[in-house]
């Protein structure tokens, strides 16, 4: 509300602005309402925060013939995807279009029907209400903000949104205040495309406001249907956004008007293409933009209109006449007193009245002091009050609202270490400064005492604190990661044979950050977990692996020395369990890898087969012991040189 409420003390750049925002598409500042205007139906506006008095639907789209046709069904309440509340104050931004979720009226709620989950779908929301006997002239305004996938469809197989309102007593369309809006192919303006699509062009139309003129029918049940729909070939997304403003009335913005005012901006419907406002022969032309300024005010009585001139297709020309009066009283309502916690902006005032400035002050801790509502986050109980008067300048009138500060000091001070390791005489210990209600957490699950502002970590992960004072404001600390670490203990590797001269790669185990292998000797990188082994004699080394947490692990390696790659067999073995020389398996000195070890019998029929060195044949085949003979093995393996290195021979299985 800061440009608009600017704008009312300067009338003729007032006019200018509304002007441009209309046929631009800015952000539309808006909000329905004369000097004696009428409340809308409970919850037509969504301010209760949700779907009471509305009905759902959700159902599909399709192209019959040359028309789009939508089929909704009754979804029994809000269907998760397809009809979303948002809820003030939010910051959240469409995707697409980078406009507010919320709709910038000074709405406290606002719905989005439709979702980027493109397959034909449909979704809808109707409202029912019956308009009172004695009002024949009654308008209600609606704001929307649209987005669609934008394919080279025909118009009745686009994306799209409709309203369709119906008089429900006469069971007939209004076919006037009844349309479909799509991107591509109407004369409605405003549409942009987005640039945070990479694929298929998506079109968007900023939050903009539309009149619904329901004229002449007094005491007649009347039904608002909103609905959106994909595209008739389930391949591309439309989705809308949708809030009704708070008021309804027949009579223009500002043609009731305070008696001090010095001057006055009458604002006529919203969503036409062009404004002609006449006296009330209509023969003088007053001006020809939505807002007429008249400086000073004419003589209260007088009466004026304006011929409406709709865009092609969406809605009907009319002539509507309005009488000036300046029996125009302001209230000021700065809200109910409230409290900011740990400078969180809250918000103060009411929803905007369009055609009424306002003023805060002191104008410390305020998002917009030229705000109906702004947001307060004072680092101090604060007493703000409003000054509300007419856009003339008339009916000034104030009200105050207290603010409470509170701050919860959320520091969370970590002593000892982040990541230890048991049993080095190290810990971690966090610590809060003392408040009524403190309960720690690890890893989002409520752990320890309450109310200690001191906590010992004894085990891996997140930590933080909920805090809460005495007066009610609740924050929660910095999360904390501890790395609590125990030691593993050292092995002996299996000895590992390197040609003289030749590298070969070496591997320790992977249970830490960082590894030095001592002494460094014959090794390219001693402190790589897979150094290079390339020397004239064997070495024994020491690997020392360090986790993070400081906790040592100390592995050994021996390495022997060869001139020449080995594949060994025995002539003999007896598979009889006793622990002595019960598999035949091959002796690898120098290889690396086992292609594979195959044992026959004298038939040529394979007894065993595998690519590991053990633990070898236990002289059984298909679950039976085999008896004495002599079997025939063969051995293929890639050296530590490189070279492919193959052995056969027998060797006698003696029972």
Same mark, same amino acid.
Request: proline share 6%; with cysteine; hydrophobic share 35%.
């Given at each position: ?15 200018? &602005?509304?002007? +441009?925002?209309?046929?631009?598409? &800015? ?180 939050? +903009? ?5 329901? +004229? ?108 000036? #009066? ?37 104008? +410390? ?67 809060? #400064? ?80 960082? &590894? ?47 001139? #020449? &790659? ?90």
């Amino acid at each position: 509300m800061q440009v608009s409420e600017q704008l009312y003390k300067d009338k003729d750049r007032f006019a200018r &602005v509304v002007l +441009s925002l209309i046929l631009f598409n &800015v952000f539309l500042l808006f909000f329905c309402i004369s000097g004696n205007a009428q409340g809308c139906p409970p919850n037509i506006d969504f301010e209760t925060g949700n779907f009471d008095g509305w009905t759902c639907y959700t159902g599909t789209t399709a192209a019959v013939g040359a028309e789009n046709v939508i089929s909704l069904y009754s979804s029994g309440g809000p269907y998760f995807g397809k009809h979303t509340m948002y809820n003030a104050p939010s910051k959240e931004l469409d995707p697409f279009g980078g406009f507010p979720v919320i709709c910038p009226n000074g709405s406290g709620h606002s719905i989005k029907l439709g979702s980027t989950q493109a397959g034909g779908e449909a979704e809808g929301v109707s409202y029912e209400f019956t308009i009172p006997q004695n009002d024949n002239s009654y308008t209600l305004v609606y704001n929307y903000a649209v987005v669609f996938q934008s394919p080279n469809h025909k118009t009745n197989e686009q994306p799209r949104m409709e309203i369709e309102v119906t008089n429900v007593t006469d069971n007939t369309t209004i076919s006037c205040a009844s349309f479909s809006f799509i991107a591509v192919g109407s004369s409605l303006q405003g549409f942009q495309s987005s640039s945070s699509s990479d694929t298929i062009t998506v079109l968007y139309k900023n939050w +903009s406001a539309v009149s619904v003129d329901l +004229s002449g029918n007094a005491g007649k049940t009347i039904r608002l249907f909103f609905k959106t729909a994909d595209c008739t070939f389930r391949r591309h997304f439309g989705y809308a956004y949708i809030d009704v403003n708070s008021e309804c009335s027949g009579n223009f913005v500002g043609a009731t008007y305070c008696p001090d005012d010095t001057a006055i901006n009458i604002v006529a419907h919203y969503g036409y293409q062009g404004y002609t406002w006449y006296d009330s022969s209509l023969t003088n032309v007053l001006g020809t933009q939505q807002v007429l300024t008249l400086s000073p005010p004419p003589p209260s009585g007088t009466t004026i209109a304006v011929k409406l001139e709709p865009y092609f297709g969406y809605g009907c020309p009319k002539t509507m006449f309005t009488k000036i #009066k300046d029996s125009l009283t302001v209230t000021a309502n700065a809200g109910l007193d409230t409290l900011s916690c740990n400078l969180n902006p809250v918000p103060i005032g009411i929803p905007p009245r369009q055609g009424l400035a306002y003023a805060w002050a002191p104008a +410390s801790g305020l998002n917009d002091p030229h705000s109906s509502s702004p947001l307060a986050a004072p680092d101090k109980t604060t007493a703000y009050v409003v000054t509300t008067s007419n856009s003339g300048g008339g009916c000034r009138t104030t009200d105050t609202v207290i603010v409470r500060a509170s701050v919860i000091d959320d520091t969370l001070q970590l002593i000892g270490k982040a990541a230890y390791c048991v049993g080095y005489n190290d810990s971690a210990v966090l610590h809060v #400064k003392p408040t009524t209600s403190i309960q720690w957490f690890k890893d989002d699950i409520p752990i320890g005492r309450p109310n200690q502002p001191r906590f010992k970590v004894s085990a891996s992960g997140i930590y933080y604190a909920l805090l809460k004072n005495d007066m009610g404001c609740i924050d929660t600390t910095k999360r904390e990661a501890i790395i609590v670490d125990v030691a593993k203990p050292g092995i002996t590797y299996p000895v590992e044979y390197a040609l003289i001269n030749v590298p070969l790669s070496l591997q320790a185990r992977q249970i830490g950050e960082n &590894v030095l292998w001592r002494p460094p000797v014959s090794l390219n990188t001693p402190t790589s977990f897979t150094p290079d082994f390339k020397g004239p004699r064997e070495q024994l080394y020491t690997i020392d692996i360090r986790t993070n947490a400081g906790c040592l692990t100390v592995d050994t390696q021996l390495v022997k020395t060869i001139e #020449k &790659v080995e594949i060994f067999l025995p002539t003999a073995f007896t598979p009889n369990r006793d622990g002595r020389n019960d598999y035949l398996r091959p002796i690898l000195i120098g290889v690396r890898d086992l292609r594979f070890f195959r044992v026959f019998n004298r038939w040529g029929q394979i007894l065993f087969e595998t690519k590991k060195p053990l633990p070898g044949w236990d002289g059984m085949f298909k679950g039976l012991e085999q008896q004495t003979q002599t079997v025939v093995w063969m051995v293929e393996g890639v050296g530590v040189d490189g070279a492919v290195h193959s052995r056969k021979g027998t060797t006698v299985l003696v029972r």
